[in-house]
């Protein structure tokens, strides 16, 4: 709380901070293996949209192997073809993360 009795707002996360936080985010997308995916939520669970605002502004990471928790693909035909091209299990319009999903801890 504020002097004025105002909820105080969240502090903003040191510059530094949301690099290296943004850092962690590309290390993490780039280490997944040909024919295996992430999700968003397994390359940071405290800020998956963060995850997709950095795919969305860095081209030269493997973007299609980063799909949503519940193995829906995000980016249509184009990441499809991308995942089937690398051997990614599918179930249905969705990637089956049971065989693809890469464990959270590698």
Known sequence: MTRSGRPSRPRRAHP????SRAERVI?????????Y???????DGSAPRLVGRI?????DLPW?????ADGTIPQGQTQR???L??????????V???????????
């Open 16 to 19: 530094t901070d949301r690099d």
């Open 27 to 35: 290390e993490r997308v780039r280490a997944i293996p040909e024919g």
């Open 37 to 43: 995916v992430r999700t968003y939520g397994d390359i």
């Open 55 to 59: 795919l969305a502004t860095n081209h």
């Open 64 to 68: 299609h192997r980063v799909v949503r």
């Open 81 to 83: 073809e991308l995942l």
């Open 85 to 94: 091209a690398e051997g990614v299990p599918m179930h249905g319009d969705r």
């Open 96 to 106: 089956d993360l049971n065989q693809a999903r890469l464990p959270v801890e590698l």
